[in-house]
T-cell receptor, first 115, second 115 residues
């Protein structure tokens, strides 16, 4: 069965600083990987996705993530954080079940941005 | 124009009651999901329907019964509510075709509090 680990429960960065959120996955085949963001009191928004091909994927809001098969990782990065990026970030791995997909989420990383 | 909407946003009820949460999507998707997010923000899939057919049914108490009257709607009915049912319930949808199946769009969530 697939699983996702996000080692950092809470990260604090200064506005303008760079950010890296860690994600490790366990999956028997080629993984489909995702990062979602959840702002307080809101639903989840898809930031970016990896299916195959280029291991560096670009997403919305200036985020990018790099897939490293050898390390079973899919870390999220942003070169310069804005105060509005403060939110909960979830990494997920997807598995196909018929005509649906089952996303298995990590436990999330809360990002706090200081001014 | 809201893509995935849920009603109600908040639901406070007593143990033993029966309640329903409604979800509607106007994205033209044919696959819909229910997720439960517990107090520690852990997200877990509960059910998935594709065009009114149950596809995913995780280990969920049979007090929870999803119903899909058409592919744009997926409701969740909960009987005999328990304290442990308190959580945020998210509805999501995707297009059940190829890789787009994995791109799930989430609703804003329904916070259920059982007292």
């Amino acid at each position: 069965a697939q699983s996702v680990t996000q080692p950092d429960i809470h990260i604090t960065v200064s506005e303008g600083a760079s950010l890296e959120l860690r994600c490790n996955y366990s999956y028997g085949a080629t993984p489909y990987l995702f990062w979602y963001v959840q702002s307080p009191g809101q639903g989840l928004q898809l930031l970016l996705k990896y299916f195959s091909g280029d291991t560096l994927v670009q997403g919305i809001k200036g985020f990018e993530a790099e897939f490293k098969r050898s390390q079973s990782s899919f870390n999220l990065r942003k070169p310069s954080v804005h105060w509005s990026d403060a939110a909960e970030y979830f990494c997920a791995v997807g598995a196909r079940t018929g005509t649906a997909s089952k996303l298995t989420f990590g436990t999330g990383t809360r990002l706090q941005v200081t001014l | 124009d809201t893509a995935v909407s849920q009603t109600p946003k908040y639901l406070v009820t007593q143990m033993g009651n029966d309640k329903s949460i409604k979800c509607e999507q106007n994205l033209g998707h044919d696959t819909m999901y229910w997720y439960k997010q517990d107090s520690k923000k852990f997200l877990k899939i509960m059910f998935s329907y594709n065009n009114k057919e149950l596809i995913i049914n995780e280990t969920v108490p049979n007090r929870f019964s999803p119903k899909s009257p058409d592919k744009a709607h997926l409701n969740l009915h909960i009987n005999s509510l328990e304290l442990g049912d308190s959580a945020v319930y998210f509805c999501a949808s995707s297009q059940g075709l190829g890789r787009t199946t994995y791109e799930q769009y989430f609703g804003p969530g329904t916070r259920l509090t059982v007292t």
